[in-house]
């Protein structure tokens, strides 16, 4: 009698809904990741079917809508017990082939396309809808647990084994290294590491080799970089499948995809033309490790964690696998069809390095809403030593040159300051607000906003008198209120002002009463983050740094218009540091 088949349910994750307005699309994502920084499934069918069975449910979380499937089962079943799983596309194959067992009558009911975020965020809570987790990697989870600090029972280290491979088709280049390929967008396409494996293994893999000292840090940090500003901008990420049929078609040079993927698209479009190799035959090792994400006491989740377990080890699992194109667990090589042979394990040693290359990662991929107030004062007139530019000269240069990183995803507004300013309305203020926050891409009377920033930045030095006083305190006040109150969900939402900064100004709030302002006004479940750059030589970098160090911010100084990219890159992954620290304690 042929073995009977566990009741699988495979579930795809909702995407969002392009018709959505940009503030509906942030709050969908916000309720996705546990962090606000920024933050896809596979479709899978329901394989056999059968009689109706009466299934009693485990899940302790939202039930997400969908019953087990009603299909046949050994007779001695007449009732089941149904366990939730959560794992990846690729695991859900081999769940599928697991046989029920008739004297337990356990049946799982699997779901794919949550992020690890959003599984660890459930978790913590203690409404998590699986009662098991089976990730794409350890290294994965454990970040993913320090971030929303939990810890989940571990079950299994690992069911499997996979690798990543940089797809090619003939005579196309090769790299080195996986760093190299890590920094090269053109010729190596991959997908967003948060959600995909293969992208991931390889940002582990890069990883490694700078902890090993095989490559260096700089350039690990140009490709996560590269990637973080590139991956998902303009639309979805490209999945596996995307990525290996635009290799295939020469519509790219390379793909970066796990062996398994590769395998599996070979199985079902042929794709012979296509070859799979590792920078140095070296990749790190996804694992599969299984988690207990339910806090139940009921026995039936872990009958059903042993049942996996065993059957990963069994023949019918390691076939299983292989139809898969997953590795058991010992990175034995795939006997039929496999991308590689025997692979050297890619290990990271370096905690720090992979905590911020993988911080660094996630809040440079994330949508940035910020205010950008610029000091307008008139020492900002001053010539700055050794060029032929004044304070004025290299601020606006270092924004029109910022405003062209920034992707269409990204929100930005305007502000200059000094003091009574007047406004077009006839309102006197301390600063005016040339440019609201829009998205980039927005157009408004015929331009975009990134336009309508480069206008706004070149005309404000004709305006500046040369004794014109700096409001500095009483601005940045207001611009944090601004953000504040036009906060914008799963973004990081950041008031950077560019300023020589002296605060002039007799009527002005006091340094102390501003930072304790802030302080008391802060919400840390919607922080707003305060980036301050010194213009030239001779910034006050010392106010500037202890308003940045009371209200939880960053300042840097800045002596040239491409000192901004790494300020951006370096001054909010800081920030984001800080936080990260403080909710650890």
């Known amino acids: 009698m042929p073995a009977l088949l566990f009741s699988i349910v495979i579930r795809e994750s909702n995407t969002v809904d392009t018709s959505q307005s940009r503030r509906a699309a942030r709050e969908q994502q916000q309720k996705k990741t546990t962090r606000k920084w920024a933050a896809t499934g596979a479709a899978a069918i329901i394989l056999l079917s059968g009689g109706v069975v009466a299934v009693n449910h485990l899940n302790e979380g939202e039930n997400r809508g969908t019953s087990p499937s009603q299909r046949a089962l050994p007779q001695e079943c007449a009732t089941t017990q ?87 088709a003939a005579d196309t280049p090769r790299f080195n290294h996986w760093t190299d390929a890590l920094a090269d967008g053109d010729a190596a396409k991959m997908g967003d590491p948060q959600l995909d494996s293969g992208a991931f293994a390889a940002f582990m893999s890069g990883i490694a080799e700078v902890s090993a000292g095989e490559s260096s840090p700089e350039k690990l940090t140009e490709g996560t970089g590269l990637r973080a500003t590139t991956i998902g901008v303009d639309g979805e990420p490209p999945t596996s499948e995307d990525l290996l049929a635009q290799v295939e078609k020469d519509e790219s040079s390379a793909a970066v995809v796990t062996e398994a993927e590769f395998t599996r698209y070979r ?9 799979a190799t590792a920078p140095g035959s070296s990749s790190a090792i996804l694992d599969f490790p299984l988690y207990r994400t339910s806090t139940s006491t009921n026995s039936t989740i872990d009958d059903a964690a042993a049942q996996i377990s065993d059957f990963m080890v069994s023949e019918e699992g390691r076939q299983a696998l292989a139809e898969a194109g997953l590795r058991p667990t010992g990175q034995e090589a795939l006997k039929d069809g496999g991308a590689l042979g025997s692979v050297t394990p890619l290990t990271q040693t370096n905690p720090e390095i992979l905590e911020q290359t993988w911080l660094s990662y996630s809040l440079q991929s994330a949508p940035l809403n910020a205010l950008v107030i610029l000091d307008a004062s008139g020492s900002m ?48 203020a301390d600063y005016q607000k040339l440019v609201p926050v829009r998205g980039m891409e927005e157009v408004t009377d015929g331009k975009t906003q990134r336009e309508l920033l480069q206008r706004a930045g070149t005309s404000i030095s004709g305006s500046i008198g040369s004794t014109d006083p700096t409001a500095l305190h009483d601005t940045l006040l207001a611009g ?19 300023t020589d900064g002296e605060n002039y100004d007799e009527g002005s709030i006091s340094q102390e009463e501003l930072i304790s302002t802030i302080q008391a006004e802060q919400n840390p479940d919607e922080p707003v983050f305060i980036l301050l750059i010194g213009i030239s030589q001779d910034a006050n970098m010392e106010a500037l740094q202890t308003i940045a160090s009371g209200t939880g911010g960053e300042a840097y100084p800045t002596l040239s218009p491409t000192d901004i990219q790494v300020i951006f890159a370096e001054g909010l992954t800081q920030v984001a540091a800080e936080k990260a620290k403080e909710a650890t304690q």
């Open 82 to 168: 149904n366990v939730t799983v959560e794992t990846t596309p690729t695991m859900a194959q081999v769940l599928e082939k697991i046989p029920v067992d008739p004297e337990k009558c356990i049946t799982l009911d699997v779901s794919i396309g949550e992020s690890s975020a959003e599984m660890l965020s459930q978790a913590a809570s203690g409404s998590s809808y699986a009662n098991l987790w089976i990730p794409d990697s350890s290294t994965r989870a454990k970040l993913a647990m320090t971030e929303a600090t939990t810890e989940l029972t571990s079950i299994s280290d690992s069911l499997a084994q996979t690798v990543a491979v940089v797809v090619t």
């Open 267 to 275: 199985a079902e479009h042929g794709g012979d033309s296509l070859k």
């Open 381 to 428: 007139l001053t010539p700055v030593e050794g060029t032929d530019k004044t304070r004025m000269d290299l601020m606006v240069d270092s924004v029109l040159a910022g405003s062209q990183l920034f992707p269409a995803r990204d929100s930005m507004g305007l502000w200059k300051f000094s003091r009574n300013l007047e406004s077009p309305d006839g309102s006197i």
């Open 480 to 498: 944090f209120r601004e953000v504040k109150e036009h906060y914008e969900p799963g973004a990081a939402n950041v008031v950077i002002m560019l």
